[in-house]
């Protein structure tokens, strides 16, 4: 059965995906390859899936100013994630979005403070649309 979230729209365009879902923090200048995609932070619990071509779920970001440039790194060699889904977007990663869209014409649609939290009604798997012009996410 389809499920849908509203939130905040942040960074444009709608994709369809599979998601990756985290239930920590992520550093993206800490625990992000941006050449492989990969998620390098022996911590983490997604160490060593890539997150290129997939809808990334997670609570924060924690980091430096360093994280847009490892963000945007990583959509210069298209393995980024295709779209965002955070309980709250902070500035640096939405930099990173917003920068990939401006250098590289690389829209990746983020959503915010939805309705439902996202990490627990999405599992890593699932198919999702994102509209990130509208704020709805679909577990499809």
């Keep these: 059965m389809a499920k849908t979230l509203k939130g905040r729209a942040l960074g444009g365009g709608t994709v369809e995906g599979e998601a990756v879902v985290s239930k920590m923090m992520f550093n ?3 625990a992000f390859n941006p050449v492989t995609g990969e998620i390098i932070d ?3 619990d997604c160490t060593g899936m890539k997150l290129g071509d997939k809808v990334f779920i997670y609570s924060y970001s924690r980091g430096s100013t360093t994280n847009p440039a490892i ?3 990583g959509v210069r060699n298209k393995v980024n994630p295709i779209a965002l889904v955070m309980l709250e977007m902070e500035p640096m990663t939405m930099m990173g979005v917003a920068s990939g869209a401006v250098f590289y014409n690389v829209k990746i649609p983020a959503v915010d403070h939805t309705d439902l939290n996202p990490i627990e009604v999405i599992k890593t798997g699932d198919k999702v ?3 990130g012009d509208t704020g709805i996410v ?3």
Excluded: D, T
Aim: overall charge neutral.
């Design 138 to 140: 679909e577990v499809l």
């Design 42 to 44: 022996p911590r983490h």
């Design 28 to 30: 993206w200048a800490g």
């Design 129 to 131: 649309r994102v509209n």
């Design 71 to 73: 963000f945007m790194e």
